[in-house]
């Protein structure tokens, strides 16, 4: 029996379906998927066997299944359910030769695994794209670490991490998605992301988010109500401005206006 199932395609690049489901009785029979499974459980426990072999996946690790790998799953505990949260990426998205290392090492038990699907998710809630995407830049580069051990250190790229601010200075209230980025300056998302932060010690989706706010303070100042600030400033509405000035600035859009005044 299905509790609560949830499914949609975000305009992501690279991330096909996201899944929020609730199951108490459902067993899934075995079957394969065209992409990459990344899976968190939030409550419960799930087993599983994949290409035979039985693994669990439980709330404190991250579940990385391979694409066109038969497998299978069920709750871990007789009489419960689960209820578990999923990322599908596309085929292309890890090296096809990942696909046998995660077939042996599915369970990633990595704190940062875990902090990069939670910045996902959370990210996805409030629907910035250029943020979904740094974190799944972020999540890459962990599994990648996962599946093949560390990536060789590579230097700072300076002049890259400055043709990205160029680019996200070009774009502040239209905005610019990683994907974009990475065609235009001819980089991987993984590479941008470490490169910006590395150079300026703040993420491209947070440096473009405090030049929104800036630029909403301002139009404030100079008369705007919050509502027309926040459009004018690239945010999606004023919720999405206000949780944002308050995170950034530690106030609230509204309080911020009514204390606009002579001295």
Not at 43 to 72: C, I, K, N
Not at 221 to 231: P, Q, R, T
Not at 239 to 261: C, D, I, K, N
Request: glycine letters at 8%; zero cysteines.
């Amino acid at each position: 029996m299905v509790d609560r199932v949830r499914a949609w395609r975000p305009d992501v690049p690279h991330l096909r379906e996201v899944l929020h489901a609730e199951f108490t009785e459902h067993a899934y029979p075995s079957h394969t998927h065209g992409d990459w499974t990344v899976l968190v459980v939030d409550d419960g426990a799930v087993s599983y066997d994949l290409d035979r072999h039985p693994h669990t996946a439980e709330p404190t690790t991250v579940t990385l299944l391979p694409p066109h790998v038969p497998h299978d799953g069920r709750s871990a505990r007789l009489g419960t359910g689960f209820r578990k949260r999923v990322l599908y990426l596309d085929e292309s998205w890890l090296p096809t030769g990942a696909v046998g290392h995660s077939v042996d090492h599915p369970t990633v038990a990595r704190p940062d695994a875990a902090q990069g699907v939670q910045g996902v998710h959370r990210a996805l809630a409030g629907g910035d794209v250029l943020e979904v995407e740094s974190w799944l830049a972020r999540l890459h580069d962990v599994l990648g670490e996962h599946l093949h051990g560390p990536a060789p250190s590579t230097a700072p790229d300076a002049p890259l991490a400055r043709r990205l601010r160029e680019l996200l200075d070009q774009a502040v209230v239209a905005g610019v998605t990683l994907d974009e980025a990475s065609h235009l300056l001819g980089a991987h998302p993984s590479h941008l992301v470490r490169a910006f932060s590395q150079a300026y010690g703040i993420a491209p989706h947070r440096y473009l988010t405090s030049r929104r706010v800036d630029l909403a303070r301002r139009l404030i100042l100079d008369g705007h109500a919050v509502a027309d600030a926040a459009h004018r400033a690239g945010f999606h509405d004023q919720a999405h401005l206000t949780r944002h000035f308050r995170r950034v600035l530690g106030t609230t859009p509204g309080v911020f206006a009514r204390s606009v005044g002579p001295i």
